[in-house]
């Protein structure tokens, strides 16, 4: 699945292609937009907000309020441009079938020159008022790559308030829920647990500083964000050494080499399978709040 990091530099690579060219095609492939007409409308800015992608547009003519196109990557949505994948770590990048195409533009540059940008599998499609943004995504938690983090201190604050608002919560479902932080996925979740030798099942009260967890979490997706492969492991490790635990299920751990283990935690209000499945090392997190070990052994 998609993380932050991913969806913030597919963002990116949107804008610097389509940022002030005109639409000339635009087909949405979903029955609720099927009928939205954009030729004419101009890209101002493609931005994320967590894991969702906001295409923002003006109006060919004054009257009308700037719109947005809405959509998400969830499990395995991809942006083509000029039929290029933007492929990153968490997303295959293999050729897609013509049936999960579900956006198609085609727009120009005021200098002539022509960008065509195409969405797979991507969900979530609707257009709305660009005003309307903050009813649609007003409850997600603070945006760990939010520019404005380094001057507003406040979404720091609020994201360590989010984090530990309930301390009987298994830390590695809070770390997933995007009204709690925004732009961490399965990856992150499991990696982040790790580097804080915490259980991901331990409680979140278990963390007990919490300020340093969120500051790990944003500077990772930061680091990442600019990266097709990500890494978490600080990239000193050579070859298949980009991560800590997360898909090592089996293979030994790096700090301790005793074997990783795949476990699941699950909670309705997180919904989708991605929401179960994560990886730890039961040496390394069996600190305050670990369920008890079965058959942790040590093998060095
Ligand atoms: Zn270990």
Redesign the pocket.
């Known amino acids: 699945m998609p993380e932050g990091d991913t969806v913030a530099r597919q963002c990116r690579i949107l804008d610097e292609a389509l940022a002030g060219a005109v639409l000339t095609a635009c087909d949405l492939r979903v029955p609720r937009e099927a009928t939205a007409d954009l030729v004419g409308w101009t890209v101002s800015e493609v931005r994320p907000r967590g894991k969702h992608l906001l295409l923002r547009l003006t109006p060919p003519a004054p009257g009308p309020p700037p719109l947005t196109l809405h959509s998400h990557l969830m499990m395995d949505g991809i942006w083509h441009v000029d039929g290029k994948a933007l492929r990153s770590s968490d997303t295959s990048a293999g050729p897609r079938s013509p049936d999960t195409l579900r956006i198609l533009l085609e727009a120009t540059h005021a200098d002539g020159r022509q960008v065509r940008a195409a969405a797979y599998d991507v969900k979530q499609v609707r257009v709305l008022r660009t005003a309307d943004e903050e009813q649609l995504l007003g409850s997600l938690g603070p945006d760990l790559l939010d520019p404005a983090w380094e001057e507003d201190p406040s979404l720091r604050e609020r994201a360590i308030t989010n984090l530990t608002a309930e301390p009987a919560r298994p830390l590695g479902l809070a770390l997933l829920d995007q009204h709690v932080l925004a732009g961490i996925g399965n990856i992150y979740r499991s990696e982040l647990c ?1 580097l804080r030798r915490l259980h991901p099942a331990a409680p979140t009260s278990a963390e007990k500083d919490p300020g340093v967890l969120v500051d790990l979490a944003r500077r990772l997706l930061v680091l990442n964000r600019d990266r097709a492969v990500r890494v978490t492991t600080g990239g000193m490790l050579g070859r298949d050494g980009d991560l800590w ?1 997360y898909g090592r299920g089996g293979k ?7 074997r ?1 283990e795949r476990g699941e935690l699950a909670e309705p209000r997180l919904e989708g399978t991605e929401a179960r499945v994560l990886w730890f ?5 069996a600190g305050p709040g670990a369920p008890p070990a079965t058959g942790r052994r ?1 093998h060095r």
């Open positions: 790790f635990v030994q751990c790096r700090r301790c080499r005793t990783i090392c039961p040496w390394c997190q040590r």
